[in-house]
């Protein structure tokens, strides 16, 4: 027992060697796509239903659109796909944000912007074969209305809800404006928010919101004692 909780041991080390935290790395892109988890959004599986249609596969949350496999018969297009199972509009939309294609990987990534602000933990990042075929999507797009956009308090006075709650050494942190859409009994509730994120070790990427409109500190992935990052 000994001798496997020895071997256990180094390897986590070994692990963390690896993949250690880089937060000042913006253009990550596993930290980024991280944001785009629609398990943060539905973190159970309560109300999750699979269909099977002729050769796909749709898994939804709240008639949320969170992965689609295509065994045949794929869409040509990503954006096609988009068009005829999103409810799009003029202000909800998804935006193309990069691709990434090599000997073992094939994707793109799409945004959810609702009146030109991100939508955060929403898009869809769309995997092709290496002939380019598309074969599956996986994300979330969560349709907005009547959403004020324009926020009640500054980034300063969300800072500083921030500061107070995670305990941190420096009110120089980087937070953003995003829509973030919270799901609680049934409903999806969507808020304009302040948002500060960070990574701790390499498997976990934490963040905490506040309201952008009334300064209240929705949830934060943090412990308000523990993790000071500055």
Known sequence: MKKKSVLLFSVILLALAGCGSDDDNDNDVSSQECRYSYQNIFPSDEDKVVTTQDSWTITTYANVITRAEFNSNSPSSAE???KDNMPLSAYNVLKFSHSLKNAS????????LYKGIQVNRCGYTCNYDKNDVLRSIEGAFVPIDNLDINPTIS???AK???VKYLHLNDSEIPI???ITPFYTNGIIDVRLTYVYGNWYGCWAYYECFVDAHSGEMLSSDFSSNRYSFY
């Open 80 to 82: 096609l796909f988009f």
């Open 176 to 178: 953003q404006l995003l």
């Open 160 to 162: 500083d809800v921030i």
């Open 155 to 157: 980034q300063d006075q």
């Open 105 to 112: 990987t094939n994707y793109q990534q799409f945004n959810q």
